[in-house]
């Protein structure tokens, strides 16, 4: 949190910027006078300082488990690897409404036998999302337009051929709240700005903002009829795990509050509002790499 603190010095009044967390703090002088962009300053203060404050940490994740698949039998990182794709699978099929309980997606990735009383529809998609999380494990080149459509279209190519691999051609409710989405015209170029800026900034960012932010982003974009956040949560794993970051699952449980986030961070035009949870999310999720 970022205050502004008015100081009498040397018979001068002189302005600051504070920056405080839990961790740290921090301060910026600003001078004898309030400036006219004060928000900004503080919005750029703010989001300086909360890097300083939480980039060692997310390092030092990534570099304790950098060690941890250096490490580890090869068998032993692929059950890991595996164990993720069934609880990400299960996760993200719930938080769009499937029925499908943990024990039932895991006996249908791992042995194919279906469960009972279940939509075929989230039979299908689970199996395909299982069949993508697969693809993007290997997957050795960068987010481009060509693999984020081809990722729907395995997603959905047995269960909605109409629109597989198609960015939508009609306007979408909007889910979030008072949210607009992207006009559907817009769609594509918007989705290749979101790819040229994630390109540009890719160098610039820890790869835990970056996945953060290009999900916040991509979601807002809404390219797809359906899929929208599947494919994005995936993509927010890809960048993680390109990097040689643990990958995290959202689950059920914080479906409401990773909604909320979203949510609010469109409607103040603030990213870091989805960012901060993202990141202390990571930071508990990840624990046992700060040790």
Known sequence: MVSLIKRKENGKIKYYLKY????TSAQKYLGTAIPKDLKNQMKFFEIESYRKDKYGLLEKIHQNYLLHTQRIDKKILANEFHGFKINHTYSTQKIEGSTMTLGQTRKLLETGLSPQNTSIEDIVEAQQLGAVFDLMLSYTKDISEKLI???????????????????????VQPYLGKTEYVLWDEVQEKIR??????????????????????????????????????????????????NNYPMVNITPKEKQTYINKLESSY??????????????KYLRDNKKFLK
């Open 20 to 23: 405080s967390s839990r961790n």
């Open 149 to 171: 459509l081809s990722w729907h279209e395995i997603l959905f190519e047995k269960t909605d051929t109409n629109n597989a691999g198609t960015f939508r051609r009609q306007d």
């Open 193 to 242: 700005s979101l790819i040229k800026w994630y390109a540009s900034e890719k160098k610039k960012l820890n790869p835990v903002e970056l996945s953060a932010r290009f999900h916040n982003s991509f979601e807002l974009i809404h390219p797809f009829i359906d899929g929208n956040g599947r494919i994005g949560r995936l993509l927010m794993i890809f960048i993680l795990h390109k």
């Open 267 to 280: 409607m103040k035009n603030d990213e870091m509002v989805f960012v901060k949870w993202f990141v202390s």
